[in-house]
């Protein structure tokens, strides 16, 4: 199974911009999907962006409307997201995740890096 720690979250102003990381260990990236979910006080989980390791394809949430953009580094074996112009409603606590690209459900998850956005 792998192991992910977030790093990257903070406090920043409306329009401001934040990269999360999210860095990988305890197993090759090659058959994994590497995801990013997002939770704020009182609402319940919500996909954020996913991308595939091997092939690079992402994928993102209805409400990213091409404000984040998911990528990653093979050689520093951890996946990005960078996120621009910020609003109040992106604050929550940001999660990276991973599943094997053969199975539905996540089942590795990191320790949450909180994003809070000053209006």
């Known amino acids: 199974q792998v192991q992910l720690v977030e790093s990257g979250g903070g406090l920043v102003q409306a329009g401001g911009s934040l990269r999360l990381s999210c860095a990988a260990s305890g197993s090759t990236l090659s058959s994994y999907v590497i995801g990013w979910f997002r939770q704020a006080p009182g609402k319940e989980r919500e996909f954020v962006a996913r991308?595939?390791?091997?092939?690079?394809?992402?994928a993102y949430g209805d409400f990213v409307k091409g404000r984040f953009t998911i990528s990653r580094d093979f050689a520093k074996n951890t996946v990005y997201l960078q996120m621009s112009s910020l609003k109040s409603e992106d604050t929550a606590v940001y999660y990276c995740?991973?599943?094997?690209?053969?199975?539905?459900?996540?089942?590795?998850w990191g320790q949450g890096t909180q994003v809070t956005v000053s209006s």
């Open positions: 991308i595939t390791w091997r092939t690079g394809w992402a």
């Open positions: 995740t991973a599943r094997l690209i053969s199975n539905s459900e996540y089942d590795s």
